[in-house]
């Protein structure tokens, strides 16, 4: 029983679950939780310089495992993180072609289409 709690507790202080929303801190940093599914994705809401004033956006992040690093979500990013998979890197190349293209989602199919070729570049 003793373990089982700190087991909890540990788990508890990488991520939280507030109001429905999982979540993980960072530092100051609070990211939620998005999707879980062969890499973590996160979401932020920051202040992002336009071309003439700052506006909060939402901005997202992703990690390989759930206390890897968090890193922000760019084809770069991707393709150094999971450089030892040709398959993935190469969706990436074929299906991307920017950084604000990786937040597709499939309506029909219910995931981000990244995830979607993540999980097919396994098969």
């Not at 999982?22 to 336009?50: P, S």
């Not at 690093?69 to 991707?78: A, G, R």
């Not at 074929?94 to 999980?119: C, G, M, T």
């Amino acid at each position: 029983m003793y373990s089982l709690k700190i087991l909890i507790a540990g788990l508890c202080l990488n991520s939280m679950v507030s109001r429905g929303q999982a979540y993980r801190q960072v530092g100051r940093e609070k990211f939620v939780i998005v999707d879980t599914a062969g890499f973590y994705l996160y979401r932020i809401n920051k202040l992002v310089m336009g071309e003439k004033i700052s506006r909060p956006q939402d901005v997202y992040y992703f990690s390989v495992k759930p206390d890897a690093p968090v890193l922000e979500l760019t084809l770069v990013n991707l393709e150094s993180a999971f450089s030892a998979n040709a398959r993935f890197r190469y969706a990436l190349e074929e299906h991307f072609r920017s950084d604000k293209q990786l937040i597709a989602y499939d309506p029909w199919l219910k995931v981000y289409k990244l995830k979607y070729l993540y999980n097919q570049s396994y098969h």
